[in-house]
């Protein structure tokens, strides 16, 4: 069963390793990024919008901070962002996260691995998800300091 659990998590680490940024397969991923830095950009719209309030609640808001606020606000509620949260939230578990990556791909190479379905399935995904974190967190860590030695040189 743990041979099972490696070989699922190896196959895994491995197809999010050759989508990243840099890699041959990266164009799967690529237009999620798009997405996922569109997202960020809007939530730190927000949350600056809700520093100005907080911090000035009793001064009138100036013409830019109302236009940002607004602006904000339609981002926030639009479908573009709705669509965008839905194709984050759906593409987690086959591509972008690592850890959720194990449920979808445990269902996938279990039954090639073994032959079919069992109870065992459950434990595996278990299993491949704690192995996902820690190796994908080992390939962060040894890119990190790959990284470092590189802007040493």
């Known amino acids: 069963m743990i041979t099972t659990a490696i070989i699922i998590s190896a196959a ?31 939530q730190k719209e927000i949350q600056e919008i809700n520093g100005i309030l907080k911090d000035d609640s009793e001064i009138p808001l100036t013409s830019s901070q109302v236009n940002a606020l607004t602006t904000a ?6 479908i573009n962002f709705k669509r965008t949260d ?24 279990f039954p090639i691995i073994t032959g079919g379905f069992d109870w065992s399935l459950i434990l595996i995904m278990l299993i491949v998800a704690f192995l996902n974190t820690l190796f994908f967190g080992l390939v962060e860590l040894i ?6 030695l590189n802007a040493i040189k």
């Open 143 to 148: 890119q990190a300091a790959t990284n470092k």
């Open 73 to 78: 606000f339609i981002s926030l509620n639009d």
């Open 86 to 109: 839905a194709l984050l939230y759906a593409f987690k578990p086959i591509i972008l996260c690592s850890t959720c990556m194990a449920s979808i791909h445990s269902i996938i190479w």
């Open 12 to 42: 895994t680490i491995g197809f999010r390793c050759i989508t990243a940024k840099g890699m041959i397969f990266y164009f799967l991923r690529g237009w999620l990024d798009e997405k996922a830095e569109y997202k960020k950009e809007v």
